[in-house]
């Protein structure tokens, strides 16, 4: 079933609107934000018959993304908010200056990595949160790495690897083929998609 584009429209419109009443509801501190990742309106009869928009938030750490921390929320078409979902509960991150530097963070993902001729394909700073416990939120770079054939140059693979952007370890390494899925949980949306 196709939503009117009003609804849509409105739904897009309710998910910015909406935010600073959610952060205020979860006691959202003052270094955190909210991002709007995706809104879906669902058809009426489903078993949600008591809620028509679901919003994602990606949340921020001082302007910094959380991964993969996010909050839904579930609300009507005309802003009352019926359910709110998060998985985690504080979050503190002592120093948000990297002191292993980007550069660096590539050389220790390429030297992880099991694909052949591996090569930065992007890299961006995150606060690396899994809401699991005794496992602090820690700051980190996210490299996309891409390899390619020797002889063709096509691409063969990528990886994607997270680096203590303090200590340098590798806290998560995710890797894929053209032909299989990540096999290490959910990723956020690649900024920069690479051809086959």
Do not use: C
């Not at 429209?9 to 979860?26: G, K, S």
């Not at 938030?57 to 802003?79: A, S, W």
């Not at 994607?160 to 032909?179: E, F, K, T």
Request: proline fraction near 9%; charged fraction near 25%.
């Amino acid at each position: 079933m196709e939503f009117p584009v009003d609804d849509m429209d409105r739904a897009r419109q309710l998910a910015h609107e909406l935010w600073p009443h959610v952060a205020h509801e979860i006691g959202l501190g003052p270094k955190l934000g909210l991002l709007v990742r995706n809104v879906h309106v669902d058809r009426p009869g489903t078993v949600f018959t008591d809620i028509l928009v679901h919003i994602r938030y990606h949340i921020t750490y001082e302007g910094i993304e959380v991964y993969p921390l996010q909050i839904i929320v579930g609300t009507t078409l005309d802003g009352q908010i019926r359910r709110v979902m998060k998985d985690f509960d504080t979050l503190y991150v002592a120093d948000t200056r990297p002191t292993v530097s980007g550069v660096d963070a590539d050389m220790i993902a390429v030297n992880r990595s099991e694909l052949p001729y591996a090569e930065m394909h992007y890299r961006t700073l995150i606060v690396h949160a899994t809401g699991e416990p005794g496992e602090p939120p820690r700051l980190a770079w996210m490299i996309k790495l891409v390899g390619r054939g020797r002889v063709t140059g096509h691409k063969i693979g990528d990886d994607r690897v997270i680096i203590d952007a303090h200590s340098g370890d590798v806290l998560s390494y995710q890797a894929r083929s053209p032909r299989f899925p990540f096999f290490e949980g959910h990723l956020p949306p690649d900024p920069h998609p690479t051809p086959s």
